[in-house]
Structures are given as C-alpha cells and as structure tokens.
C-alpha cells in the first residue's frame, strides 16, 4: 500500500504525518523511536490527500490550545491487543493523566501494566492517539517515542502552559 507522508512544523519539532489515502497511519517526531524506517518522499501539502490536510488543520489547533479532541478517521497498525491500548488511550481526557496501572486495568488486565507500556510505546499516530498522557504509577514522566522532554511539553501544553 502506498503511503503519502508530510512534514510540518510545530512547537515540539518537525512531525511527520503518514497516511494510506484515507486515514491518518502515522505522526512520527523526528528521531522517533518506533518510526519505520522508510517513511517515503516528503509531498508537498496541496499534493497530500484531505486527511492530512485536515491533520494539519487539527495539530495548529491544537497546539494553539483550540483544539482537545481530533476528528481524524485514524488506521494503526498493531495487534490485537494494542488496538485495544490504543482505542483506550483516546479516552484519556485532555489535560489528565493515567498511570499504565489504571490504563491495565481500565483493559480488564490489571497484571498486564508493563505489555501495556510496550503497546503504548509503539503507538504510531502519536498526539493524535494521545500517548503522552500516561505517566509511571507515581506521576513521574517516563519513556516516550518522541523523548521525555517533548511528552513535559505536550503534558505543559495541555494543562494550560504556552507552547508559542
């Protein structure tokens, strides 16, 4: 399957946003740690499908502090189990946190903390599938694809600090 990717600009640095055509397959940082290796020829953003387009859109609101929930038709792909932790973290409230404990357990697999990590950390639409708003078990700020510094920011963004 063909994929189109864009790059834009945003406070935290540059994003790559991935898609198939019709949904939103990816939002990678630059030196992500999942990325895929090969995430194609960057196409100029008038040339990108509306998805990504209309991911622009959402990500400016977002960062602006207009915008806490995307409207993005969204594909992932990943197992079984991590589409559940996936699906689940996008009902995290904006501006709140959950440990991976209370993200377990809110999957009826309260053992299952550290197989929830793992799936949290290979989550490719990052923001979007809002990753960064899982925290340790005693609120500390832990790994994360796009670095520990760039989660403190989504996490400062999202509890009212400015980014801009």
């Not at 834009?8 to 540059?14: A, E, F, L």
């Not at 509306?50 to 929930?69: I, S």
């Not at 053992?111 to 960064?132: E, M, Q």
């Amino acid at each position: 399957m063909k994929h189109t990717r864009v790059t834009v600009d945003s406070p935290v640095g540059p994003l790559a946003l991935v898609s198939d055509g019709t949904s939103l397959t990816g939002v990678f940082f630059e030196e992500h740690r999942h990325a895929p290796g090969d995430l194609g020829p960057d196409t100029p953003l008038t040339e990108a499908p509306p998805v990504l387009r209309k991911a622009t859109v959402q990500l400016e609101e977002y960062f602006r502090g207009e915008r806490q929930d995307f409207d993005l038709p969204v594909t992932a792909a990943g197992t079984d189990f991590q589409q559940r932790v996936w699906a689940l973290l996008r009902t995290i409230p904006y501006g709140r946190t959950w440990s991976y404990g209370q993200l377990a357990a809110a999957l009826g697999q309260p053992g299952a903390s550290r197989a929830v990590g793992l799936a949290n950390g290979r989550n490719p639409v990052s923001i979007v599938v809002p990753c960064h708003r899982v925290v340790g078990s005693d609120g500390a700020i832990t790994g994360y694809g796009g670095g520990v510094a760039r989660k403190q920011q989504l996490l400062d963004l999202e509890r009212g600090a400015s980014l801009f």
